[in-house]
Every structure is written in structure tokens, then in C-alpha cells.
């Protein structure tokens, strides 16, 4: 199965500093027909009919988004364009921006005309901070050629925390706080950064906007599946021999993806949406990748037979309880906790009482953590217990039997 490169399309062919390579190859034509021949309310119902939904890990359908940013009352609204890409094993924003910034300044500004804005902010990961100058150039020369008559792009960089990707903590974080998460509602398009109506979108989510005004939503529509329309751009890592950045159809499958693009062998785990996402086994790797199976950011990490299954849900709880904000206690409490009992299996110290612990806390979590990471924070837990039992339970034996020390 061939990628297919509509996000992409650009990457490693224009030159990211020469606008006119860009120009080239229809850049800014799409914002040049929004200007010149649509209606905020055509180019949202574009977006709606297209059917694309956001990229940065939840899903939520953009159009929608859009349409309850443009209703809110007000005239001071703002875009944010999420590029802090901290998910775990993520590194296809980065891929996007090092490759492609104009288009990514060409879908925000549409998207700031859409919901009626003057203002917009790039929120930028930390450690990205090399890309700095390579967008303020794409902004510059945006703004050179006329584009960006009516907009504002500024550039934060990211505080250097997981949860400040959450984006009710990356509004507190440009609001110049600590990122904690807010509580909702009032949802970000009603109420957003200081309190105005703010619509947050990821950059591979912005990057689609350009060719779906050209081309037509219908052309959009016609691509993916029922309920996931366009492509998804993955990150592939981890026990794989070509890791590396790769945009496949929406419903391909992981097969696809990881053995046959990445050429993984002797698999034992694919984990799947990065640190809160699934950890499934080799079994399963003919799972089709859509929102109505299996997708998340597009994050895939890959463990060979070499791999120990607790060792791996033990780091990346780890990871999590070092990221977790501290707001709510579910979250903050709950994946301290489980990194004790996961350390206590790892050290074969494991009992049987503590596998219905971790279902426990796992079921308390999910339902009264405050955001996606407590939330999701249990999903490896849950997928190693269900998938991967045996590899606890022999622990447990081996304590029974006094193998372990
Ligand atoms: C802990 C946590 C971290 C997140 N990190 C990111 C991130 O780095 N980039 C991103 O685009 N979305 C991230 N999200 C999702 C955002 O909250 C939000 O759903 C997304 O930016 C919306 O854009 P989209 O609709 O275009 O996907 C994160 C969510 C959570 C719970």
C-alpha cells in the first residue's frame, strides 16, 4: 500500500525558507479564493461537509469547532495552533514544520477568518525552539506578498511540560500561569484564552485546510472511511528498520504501517497513541487504523519479543507521574500509585491483589480525572491486563515458587 501525501504533499520538495517555491505549487491559493469569493460561513461549511476531524489525538470534528467559535458573541477571538507536540514517540509536527511552514501559516489564516479573528498564536514545543526562526520567516514573507494583511502570528514557545499540550493548560500557559488543566465547560469556543472564544487545533489538523478549499470538501469526503475521512500522518519508532514519518489513508491498516513501511520483525508490542494510548499485541496488528478502532496522534511504537511488557507500562506510568499537573487527585494520586505497584512487579515482588488494584484505580481514574491524562493514564495498564496477563502473572509465580528474589 502506497502513503499518500495530501498533509505532506509538500514536504522535502518546496524549500522551506523560499516562499516562491511554495507559490509554486498553488500556495496561497486557497487562501486567495476565501479572500477574494467565500463567506466565513461557506469556508466553515466546507471544513463540516469535508468531515475532518482534529488530528492532535481526540478527534473532535473541526468544522463543529470552528462553527461554535464564529457564533460565540464577541469580536475578540483568537486561533491556536497547538504545535507542542509532547506525546510520547511523536515527532510528525516537528517533520511538518521543519518541511512545510507555509502551508501551515496559510491554514491559519483561513481559520482566523473563518471564526472572525485578527489574532492568532503558534504554540511552540520547547525543545523546537530551532524552528523559531524558520516560521517567523514563513510569517514574514507571508506578510511581504500581502497575505497576512489582516492577522497577527506570534510565536509561544512551550513550557516544557506534557500537560501543557492539553489545551486548557497551554491557554493558561500563554496566559503567562502554570499549565494546569481548567475545568469544562465552558469548552474553549465559548470561553478560551482570557476568557474569549478560542478555537485550538494541532498542525497536521491545519495543514489539511488548504486542499480541502481547493479541491472541495467532496474530493475530502471521498477519502478514509465512514467516520475518518482524509489521511493521517503516523510516527513510527522503536524496534522498527525504517522508523520514521509516514501519511497513509484513514482505515489502512497497521500491518500496513509497521511491518510492510517500517519493517518491523519478531513484533511483541505496537503501542499506539504514545504514552496514553494502546498497547496491543502482534495479534492485532491487522487492526484497521481509523477513530472508529484504533488511532490517537498517530504515534506508534513498536517493542520486538526482546521487550518486557512490565517493564515497559512501569516506564511510561513513570512518565506520567512525573507529567500528571497535580490538580486533580485521581490523576496525581492515581499514577503514583500505580507506579508503585508496577515497580513492586518489576522487582518480582508483584502479589495477586495488586492486579485488581490496578483495574481499580484504572476504573477510578478514567472516570473522575479532570482531562486526557488521568483519563487515559490507565489505557496501557488496562491493554498489558487484558493482552498481556501472563507476563503478571508469571511474575506472581515466580514470587510463589521464591524463583525471584
Ligand atoms: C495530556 C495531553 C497532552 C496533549 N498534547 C497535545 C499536543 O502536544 N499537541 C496537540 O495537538 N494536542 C495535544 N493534546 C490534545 C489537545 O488537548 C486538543 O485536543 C488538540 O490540540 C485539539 O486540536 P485538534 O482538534 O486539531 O486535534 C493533548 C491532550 C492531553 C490530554
Redo the contacts with the bound molecule.
Keep these: 500500500m502506497p502513503e499518500k501525501r495530501i498533509v505532506l504533499k509538500n514536504c522535502e520538495v518546496i524549500d522551506p525558507r523560499r516562499i516562491t517555491t511554495y507559490l509554486d505549487r498553488d500556495g496561497f491559493r486557497a487562501w486567495e479564493k476565501v479572500r477574494s469569493e467565500m463567506t466565513p460561513e461557506q469556508v466553515i461549511g466546507e471544513v463540516k461537509a469535508s468531515g475532518l476531524?482534529?488530528?492532535?489525538?481526540?478527534?473532535?470534528p473541526?468544522g463543529l469547532?470552528w462553527e461554535l467559535a464564529r457564533k460565540a458573541p464577541g469580536d475578540e477571538k483568537y486561533v491556536?495552533c497547538?504545535?507542542?507536540?509532547?506525546?510520547v514517540g511523536?515527532f510528525k509536527?516537528r517533520y511538518i514544520l521543519e518541511n512545510d511552514p507555509f502551508t501551515l501559516v496559510e491554514g491559519i489564516a483561513i481559520a482566523a477568518y473563518a471564526i472572525g479573528t485578527k489574532q492568532s498564536y503558534i504554540y511552540l514545543?520547547a525543545e523546537y525552539h530551532y524552528l523559531f526562526d524558520l516560521l517567523m520567516n514563513a510569517i514574514s514573507q507571508a506578510r511581504e506578498r500581502g497575505f497576512l494583511e489582516y492577522l497577527d502570528i506570534d510565536i509561544r514557545e512551550g513550557a516544557g511540560a506534557?500537560?501543557?499540550?492539553?489545551?486548557?493548560?497551554?491557554m493558561d500557559s500563554i496566559e503567562g500561569k502554570r499549565g494546569e488543566?481548567r475545568y469544562r465547560p465552558p469548552f474553549p469556543p465559548e470561553k478560551g484564552l482570557w476568557e474569549k472564544p478560542t478555537i485550538?487545533?494541532?498542525?497536521?489538523?491545519?495543514m489539511n485546510i488548504p486542499q480541502i478549499v481547493l479541491n472541495g470538501a467532496n474530493w475530502f469526503n471521498q477519502i478514509g472511511t465512514e467516520r475518518s475521512k482524509g489521511t493521517k500522518v503516523f510516527s513510527v519508532s522503536g524496534d522498527v528498520e525504517r522508523p520514521g514519518v509516514y501519511e497513509l489513508v484513514l482505515g489502512s491498516q497497521l500491518r500496513e504501517l509497521v511491518m510492510e513501511l517500517a519493517l518491523a520483525k519478531k513484533v511483541k508490542i505496537i503501542q499506539v497513541g504514545g504514552a496514553?494510548g494502546r498497547m496491543i499485541p502482534y495479534t492485532m496488528v491487522d487492526t484497521p487504523l481509523s477513530f472508529e478502532t484504533i488511532l490517537g496522534?498517530g504515534a506508534i511504537t513498536v517493542l520486538d519479543e526482546s521487550r518486557d511488557v512490565v517493564d515497559a507500562v512501569y516506564r511510561t506510568l513513570e512518565f506520567l507521574a512525573e507529567?500528571s499537573c497535580g490538580k486533580c487527585s485521581p490523576c496525581r494520586e492515581g499514577t503514583e500509585t500505580m507506579v508503585g505497584i508496577l515497580e513492586r512487579f518489576s522487582r518480582g515482588e508483584g502479589e495477586e491483589r495488586d492486579i485488581r488494584l490496578l483495574e481499580e484505580l484504572s476504573n477510578a481514574m478514567m472516570l473522575s480525572s479532570l482531562?486526557?491524562?488521568g483519563?487515559?493514564a490507565p489505557i496501557p495498564v488496562m491493554d498489558s491486563l487484558e493482552y498481556f496477563r501472563d507476563d503478571y502473572e508469571s511474575r506472581i509465580k515466580q514470587k510463589q515458587g521464591g524463583i525471584v528474589a
Excluded: H, M, P
Design positions: 476531524r482534529g488530528r492532535g489525538g481526540a478527534g473532535f473541526c469547532k491556536i497547538n504545535a507542542d507536540e509532547g506525546e511523536t509536527d514545543r506534557y500537560v501543557c499540550g492539553e489545551e486548557s493548560a497551554l488543566v485550538i487545533n494541532n498542525v497536521e489538523t491545519l496514553t496522534a507529567e482531562c486526557g491524562l483519563q487515559a
